[in-house]
């Protein structure tokens, strides 16, 4: 490490960090800000001067010379507008400064980002505003200030703004039940998240040579290699140095940024691995994925590989996701959802998880939405992935426990077994009371629930914004009943019997892959919206828009604003592919096989010549296979030309979308196909692009 500085040493040093704030900032002055930070109240904007002026010299000590207010704009990545700390004061010379004003308000243009029709393109102005409950940043010399971003009549042009509502409806619905058990203490409860980062790494250099990958970020050509991931040979495996330095690098760089990185591992398919971080609140661990996303691929840049996070990069094994563990805990330290030594007495621990049941069944069509990606249209439903229906996996103590209270029969505890492997120097050890299940789209995993159906690239804070909405809507709900209630425990008993009973539809603890999955599913009415296009429409759903707009996270207008840039943004990226594949097959496929049959023509033709008593079998028989194969591979070409030229005409955009999804992928299929059959025949010297074994096992 640098300087030889140990990890306590570097860790957060690019932060401006609690401990920061209160060594530099005055006793009343860090009181207000830390009381902001802790419970979401309103700022005091009588202190940014003070707290701008302790971040610009923090800032400036640390090699800083610029500031930036970093936002999320609709466009699935960050943003960023820097502006330098000087004044000039006559005589050619500046003094370095920043203001309050600064600190708390900055105005990029909002016309240049997606809007969904809340904004046309000559209403340019836009706000980003401070949030105080994300810390700010040291990166590339110029200081980085988390804000959310509205337009300049207000509404929520980015992912923060909803979550940030989103949090506090949860925070006051929590505390509305927590006070019904005796908790007087609690000011604030929060949305906590840990989020699992999948990725790939392959050579930049062979990375280079494939147009779909730079232009796309998955292949959309590519003939499977003779070894995959079938002998599960990479799962946990030790890294590779190259590998292993990579990692090394990206966990001091995220250290740095006071990323709590904590877990690092080969995933399961070739050239796939694994980040994992301590939780964090909601707000800023999903700032601190997006740096986790933005340092995988500079660092891995550095050492001669490019970072893949697209959903499914290869086809044929495991697609990346990024699991989102999501939690609710007091500012007093406690998890709501941790269940004790015995959960079936934990009629709190109970009512905080039928409010999960509850959400999860009621908005299933929402947090299928929240996922919806043409990327992750690929990845669910194999390679453990989860399937696009929405169930819960609860695992046998909490099934058991809630089967009592239907039933309204004792609970007899399954207890905690004891493993002993029968090796006397391997110490013996507790079981747990339940299996995980890696088809479930969300399970309880002891003290959280894991939501593993977002994909790898995706931005997590729509999928938290639907959760903490929808469970913040069950927690109000069960209020409403309880503190009416003449007889508490009687209510109680039966408001947890009632909603077990109405939505135990949603849990499923078996193969979440498996046709009797579908059909039981099917069978209790749950939905299977099996592509993003299915999902989108949900957004604006009557009984969606009304969840949203009763607990202020979103407006109808926001809404609507939304689910039209979802439909763009799916025709744009199905666009950018199709036009990739025809650029590829015109330009580099079909001319190759052309060449090489041309070889075999003129390979036929000599050694008949010199050689007439051979048949030639191997050579009629390639040039006869690769020119059947040419001839369907150009049909292909000219049905996908036809199909994207229609779809990129059709005008309205949710029938755009629909055209790109029912005609456009069928023939991006198919001209996959007939060309990836070409791929083994051609001699690898004479194919244009590296192949699959090639990139998979290339580093």
């Not at 599913?521 to 969840?547: H, I, M, Q, W």
């Amino acid at each position: 490490m640098e300087n030889a500085k140990s990890l306590p040493e570097i860790f957060g040093c690019r932060v401006f960090s609690d401990d920061v704030m209160r060594e530099r900032l005055p006793k009343d002055v860090y009181r207000s800000l830390a009381q902001t930070i802790a419970t979401g109240k309103e700022i005091d904007a009588s202190i940014a001067g003070c707290v701008a002026n302790a971040m610009k010299d923090w800032a400036i000590e640390n090699g800083a010379t610029h500031y930036t207010h970093w936002f999320q704009p609709l466009t699935g990545v960050t943003a960023e507008k820097h502006e330098a700390f000087i004044a000039p004061i006559g005589n050619g010379k500046i003094i370095m400064e920043f203001s309050g004003k600064e600190l708390i308000k900055g105005e990029p243009d909002a016309s240049s980002f997606p809007s969904g029709g809340l904004r046309a393109t000559f209403e340019a102005r836009g706000y980003t505003a401070w949030d105080p409950a994300s810390y700010a940043f040291i990166k590339d010399g110029s200081l980085f200030i988390p804000t959310a971003f509205c337009s300049y009549t207000g509404e929520a042009l980015d992912t923060k703004t909803p979550l940030l509502r989103s949090m506090d409806a949860i925070s006051a619905a929590a505390l509305r039940i927590l006070r019904l058990f005796g908790d007087t203490e609690s000011k604030h409860v929060t949305a906590t998240v840990g989020a699992e980062q999948e990725y790939f790494l392959v050579d930049r250099e062979k990375y280079l040579k494939r147009p779909d990958l730079l232009y796309t970020g998955r292949t959309l050509f590519g003939a499977p290699a003779p070894k995959g991931q079938e002998l599960d040979d990479h799962y946990f495996a030790a890294p590779g140095p190259r590998i292993f330095s990579f990692m090394a690098e990206l966990d001091e760089e995220l250290w740095r940024l006071g990323i709590n990185a904590k877990t690092k591992h080969n995933e399961a398919a070739p050239a796939q691995h694994e980040l994992a971080p301590i939780y964090a609140t909601a707000n800023m661990a999903i700032d601190q994925n997006l740096l986790v996303m933005e340092y995988m691929k500079r660092v891995a840049k550095r050492h001669g590989m490019t970072c893949l996070l697209h959903e499914k990069p290869f086809a044929g094994v495991n697609g990346s996701g990024k699991h989102n563990n999501w939690s609710l805990s007091t500012d007093k330290g406690r998890n709501l959802f941790s269940p004790g030594k015995t959960p079936a007495e934990n009629k709190q621990f109970l009512i905080f998880l039928a409010a999960v049941v509850k959400a999860v069944d009621e908005y299933q069509d929402l947090l299928r939405a929240s996922i919806a990606s043409p990327g992750n249209d690929h990845r669910l439903g194999a390679c453990e992935a989860p399937p696009a229906i929405v169930s819960m996996f609860l695992g046998e103590e909490l099934d058991a426990v809630i089967d009592s209270i239907v039933s309204g029969t004792a609970y007899v505890g399954l207890g905690r077994a004891k493993m002993d492997l029968g090796v006397p120097s391997v110490p013996t050890f507790t079981r747990d009371t339940t299996d995980r299940n890696r088809t479930s789209p969300f399970a309880f995993t002891g003290n959280k629930f894991e939501f593993r159906m977002p994909g790898s690239s995706q931005n997590i804070a729509m999928s938290d914004i639907v959760l903490n909405t929808a469970v913040a809507d069950s927690l109000l709900a069960f209020a409403d009943v309880l503190e009416s209630a003449e007889d508490f425990d009687a209510s109680l008993e039966e408001l947890l019997k009632n909603t077990f009973t109405k939505h135990r539809r949603i849990i499923w603890s078996g193969n979440g892959y498996s046709d009797e999955w579908r059909e039981e599913a099917e069978r209790r009415g749950l939905l299977n919206l099996a592509t993003s296009v299915d999902a989108y429409p949900c957004l604006t759903a009557e009984k969606n828009v009304r969840l949203f707009t009763s607990h202020g996270v979103m407006s109808e207008i926001e809404l609507s604003s939304r689910e039209e840039i979802l439909f763009e943004n799916y025709a744009k990226i199905i666009n950018i592919e199709a036009l990739t594949m025809l650029e590829m097959a015109r330009r580099s496929y079909l001319p190759a096989v052309t060449r090489y049959t041309a070889e075999l023509s003129d390979a036929i033709l000599t050694k008949s010549a010199a050689l007439p008593e051979l048949s030639l079998r191997y050579e009629r028989e390639q040039l006869k296979t690769l020119g059947e194969l040419c001839e369907k591979a150009y049909d292909a070409v000219l049905t996908l030309e036809s199909a994207e030229a229609k779809a990129a005409a059709t005008e309205d955009v949710h029938a755009r979308a629909r055209a790109y999804a029912d005609s456009v992928r069928p023939a991006m299929d198919a001209l996959r196909q007939t060309v990836d059959k070409m791929e083994p025949i051609v001699p690898s010297d004479l194919w244009p692009v590296p192949g699959y074994g090639d990139l998979m096992f290339g580093v």
